[in-house]
């Protein structure tokens, strides 16, 4: 079932963070048993359902108006005027609405969720600006050309004691 996808999104974000805690790196926690594309809590999974929402609003989900969106999850994304509302229901919000719905209904609504969400990570890749995270980098030799800062963080203010 789609719906059981924001498990496998939660256990991979999980397991990164747990690696990132015991050993001080991200990719050891989910020995590699996940890719970065399961994690649907990520930058490109945030616009792709607000993408999916403005899609909604209009009425181009095939498969699902908008006011059958709105019944079957409980959640509003117009305001009084008729246009999207300011704040739209997160991405979390949204996954776990997901699972209350019929599998036919999933299915709808996440194809077009996933297809989204693809469109935006290969057009980041082709793009030259996909976002991968940590990764680990296998060479036979690496060789150190420049070093510079970065980035300082500023020094906070010294506190005042009365």
Not at 50 to 71: I, P
Not at 89 to 115: C, H, K, V, W, Y
Request: hydrophobic share 40%; charged share 25%; aromatic share 8%.
């Amino acid at each position: 079932m789609k719906g059981q996808k924001r498990f496998i999104s939660t256990i991979a974000k999980r397991l990164d963070s747990l690696g990132a805690i015991t050993r001080g790196q991200r990719q050891t926690g989910g020995q590699n048993m996940f890719r970065p594309e399961d994690n649907l809590e990520s930058w490109y999974a945030h616009d792709a359902l607000n993408q999916l929402y403005r899609l909604l609003a209009r009425g181009k989900v095939e498969g699902c108006s908008l006011s059958e969106f709105e019944d079957a999850t409980g959640l509003s994304l117009l305001d009084r005027e008729g246009g999207l509302r300011d704040e739209l229901p997160g991405i979390s919000t949204f996954l776990n609405r997901m699972l209350a719905l019929t599998i036919a209904r999933q299915d709808i609504l996440f194809d077009a969720f996933e297809g989204l969400l693809l469109a935006r990570i290969e057009s980041a890749i082709a793009n030259g600006t996909y976002e991968l995270g940590l990764e680990t980098l296998h060479a036979e030799h690496f060789e150190v050309i420049d070093r510079r800062t970065i980035y300082t963080h500023p020094a906070p203010a010294p506190r005042l004691s009365c």
